[in-house]
């Protein structure tokens, strides 16, 4: 049977080699970086500061670095979090709603705990855009619960509004998650890793913050991070949730199931609304920057 020491420390991989120094035996195994082998027992060394114990006396071997090093088995089951992994704890920030003509654009910065990771794993975490809408709907009840987290909507009058006074999407974008952001950090212990989802270079996106008092430039940008951290997915699932809430609320208020993103389809529901009720009753739902506006007119041409 094995008998196995994980994630020890370089002095304690020290100790052990030099204790089995006399009975090394050269080994070429890129992974290996120490072998002994005794009448009794095998010593294999990993470059991951991982040490099995083989043969006959491999427990009594084990037991007595057990006892040598204070070895705890439990406090090494939960791995040290490493930044290639998907679950890696920290916030992750993303947002929904930018390429949608009707309804608001919704950011949301979110906590992923080392503590829950078991918990997130249980659960089908994945890219959003992977997602039905129905399973975000439930997905988005259960993470709630789970971490802690900040949810922005900007709605569409204010949207609009800032529009007029001369931002661009990105500029929006930059501001919304500067908040959510800070806001998650106000709620929080301790200073975790920050991914964001990048939608433009770094250093447009503090450009677009310099008139702002608090920014938060701990963040780390990468592109498509949705699919490579659990915590933007989480953040992104939960923005989505609240977003397809939202857009049920509108098509209630409006009368008529809207439709989400910008196609012909969304061109023909705008214009119909335009023709009915004016075109001022898409100021509170809709994007008006958007070709979609320009698009529907054309139609009632
Ligand atoms: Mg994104």
Not at 65 to 79: G, I, Q, R
Not at 187 to 210: S, W
Not at 245 to 253: D, E, I, P, Y
């Amino acid at each position: 049977m094995n008998f196995v020491l994980k994630n020890l420390s370089d002095s304690e991989i020290n100790r052990i080699e030099t204790f089995y120094q006399d009975f090394k035996v050269a080994n070429n195994n890129t992974y290996i970086r120490f072998f002994a082998k005794t009448e009794y027992i095998t010593v294999t060394v990993y470059s991951t500061n991982k040490v099995m114990f083989q043969g006959e006396d491999a427990k009594e071997e084990y037991d007595m670095w057990v006892n040598m090093l204070a070895y705890h088995e439990e406090s090494t089951k939960t791995k040290t979090p490493n930044f290639k992994d998907y679950f890696y704890p920290s916030i992750g920030s993303d947002e929904v709603g930018t390429g949608d003509f009707f309804g608001p654009i919704i950011v949301c910065a979110y906590h992923l705990k080392q503590a829950d990771v078991k918990t997130y794993k249980a659960l089908n975490i994945k890219d959003s855009k992977r997602l039905s809408d129905d399973y975000i709907l439930s997905l988005g009840e259960a993470i709630k619960e789970i971490g802690t987290y900040s949810l922005l909507t900007l709605h569409n009058d204010k949207y609009n509004q800032l529009i007029e006074r001369g931002f661009n999407m990105n500029k929006i974008k930059a501001y919304l998650h500067n908040k959510a952001i800070l806001n998650l950090l106000n709620k929080i212990n301790g200073n975790p890793e920050i991914i964001m989802d990048q939608f433009t270079p770094e250093k447009n996106y503090f450009r677009y913050l310099n008139k702002e008092q608090h920014v938060c430039r701990n963040i780390t940008f990468l592109t498509k991070a949705e699919s490579r951290y659990a915590s933007v997915a989480l953040a992104s699932i939960l923005a989505r949730y609240a977003f397809l809430k939202h857009f049920n609320v509108l098509s209630k208020q409006i009368g008529l199931t809207l439709p989400k993103g910008a196609s012909l389809k969304v061109d023909e529901i705008a214009a119909k609304l335009i023709e009915e009720r004016g075109e001022k009753c898409l100021y509170d739902i809709a994007k008006l920057n958007f070709k979609t506006f320009n698009k529907a007119k054309a139609l009632l041409k």
